[in-house]
């Protein structure tokens, strides 16, 4: 796969994905599509010449996982379609914070947080992985060490000071 830089700021696609996130859905996809579907298949149409459809829990279950499947299928394709694959570690200006940058900031009640910005698909808040659209997430873009930022949270309002950016080794 060839990835692209990360583009200038402010051209940045709404819809990044790292090059691992991407591989992520690619593997669902893959294991939906050619693994899950097709047993979920065998198995309806064994439930299928078993008779009475309306009784038969296999044929039910299978039918409802089966549309499950194909609406995931669905989202993942047209998901897959649509997203700009952006590798950090070629990010040229590391002196601010963009896309896959992982970020040092204290908070006003003086608790430090590392956070690692990337797009809505990969997002796990308790392993530090927010998304860029994320309240935190957009205030830091494109600021700096000691930089001050105000976010608003469910809580109030918060003082962040970034203490320090990082990316990943080329």
């Known amino acids: 796969m060839n990835h692209k830089p990360p583009p200038p700021p402010d051209l940045a696609p709404p819809d990044c994905i790292t090059p691992e996130g991407h591989a992520r859905l690619k593997a669902e996809l893959t294991q939906l599509w050619e693994n899950e579907r097709p047993e979920v298949v065998r198995t309806v149409h064994w439930a299928a010449g078993n008779g009475d459809r309306s009784e038969n829990g296999d044929y039910?279950?299978?039918?409802?996982?089966?549309?499950?499947?194909?609406?995931?299928?669905?989202?993942?394709?047209?998901?897959?379609?649509n997203l700009s694959v952006v590798d950090?570690?070629?990010?040229?200006?590391?002196?601010?914070?963009?896309?896959?940058?992982?970020?040092?900031?204290?908070?006003?009640?003086?608790?430090?947080?590392?956070?690692?910005?990337?797009g809505s698909?990969?997002?796990?808040?308790?392993?530090?992985r927010i998304s860029?659209?994320?309240?935190?997430?957009?205030?830091?873009?494109?600021?700096?060490?000691?930089?001050?930022?105000?976010?608003?949270?469910?809580s109030g309002e918060d003082e962040l000071k970034i203490l320090g950016i990082s990316y990943p080794e080329r």
């Open 60 to 81: 039910i279950y299978g039918k409802k996982r089966l549309r499950q499947i194909d609406s995931r299928v669905r989202f993942l394709r047209k998901r897959l379609e």
């Open 88 to 118: 950090p570690r070629f990010q040229v200006d590391r002196e601010r914070i963009h896309f896959g940058a992982t970020v040092r900031y204290e908070r006003a009640n003086g608790k430090i947080m590392t956070v690692t910005l990337i």
């Open 121 to 128: 698909d990969e997002t796990e808040p308790s392993l530090g």
């Open 132 to 154: 860029t659209d994320s309240p935190i997430g957009a205030a830091l873009l494109h600021k700096t060490v000691g930089d001050l930022v105000i976010v608003d949270t469910p």
